[in-house]
């Protein structure tokens, strides 16, 4: 593998981009936006990577009575706020267009450094963001000036690029695999609605058919036991497993066995939330 030996250095990014932001034109003057041909980039359109598409485009008309200014292709963008789950995310346009009011739009200087690399160095370091826009006295959001004075490390323009070549290779495998998946996906989606309207039958291994399917009711399948919801603060080492109610629809979609990972509760713990709950209290009275 290549090396090089120049060090990296901090820098601002105010040192590196001219840095502004966007706008929303008035919704009530439809002529901003029929038949708009100008991609106008709201923060839902990014997917720290290379923005292809937008949801909305903004007309000519829009430009020439806003304030709204016409970036480049290969802007690199960030979103200021938008709550922790949009702050800090990034995007680089692949085309010429505008932003809204909570997208900062980085404007690199001359050519000594990389957008691919700077935008991969900034996804990386996406924690330091939610720390500064932590701190606002506004609720979490970023500002110019947080933007302007945020620090970087970069190393010599080569090095950047080879960086952000090898980075690119990996993020077209991800693609590649990501639309197998979906791929996959549809194909069990459709396979799906064939099996369980019976559109097609399975035979066991001598080639004979299974018998009819037969409707029951679900409590005929087992029994449901009703349980406490803990909260999550009693989580941490103990011998008894604890399933979130919260988690069902996000970390345990599928079947649940001794090699899922579960958060414990310790018996002195969960006994003595069940003993403040209020549950228990309706029974002691």
Known sequence: ?????????????????????????????????????????KTMDFNNSFIKATDEKVSERAISETSLILLPSDTLLIAMYGGFNQIGRTGITTFVGVTNQAISSLILKGDFFDVVFLQNYLNHNVGKWRNVAASSRKGPNLTKSDIENFKV??????????????????DQEIEKQ?????????????????????????KDENGREFPEWREVALGDLGSFVKSYAYSRSYEGEGEYYHIHYGDIHSKFKG??????????????ASVDSFANSTELKKHMH
């Open 255 to 268: 079947i649940v066995d001794s090699e899922t990972e579960i958060p414990s509760l310790s018996i002195d």
């Open 153 to 170: 490390v970069l190393p010599d323009k080569e090095e950047q690029s080879k960086i952000a070549s090898f980075l690119s290779l990996l």
């Open 1 to 41: 593998m290549l090396r090089f030996k120049g060090k990296w250095q901090e820098i601002k990014i105010g040192a590196i981009a001219t840095v502004s932001s966007g706008l929303t034109p008035l919704r009530s003057n439809l002529s901003y936006y029929e038949k708009g041909t100008i991609p106008w980039v």
């Open 178 to 202: 990501q639309e197998k998946i979906e791929q996959m996906e549809l194909l069990k989606k459709g396979m799906l609605q064939k099996i369980f309207s019976q559109d097609i039958r399975f």
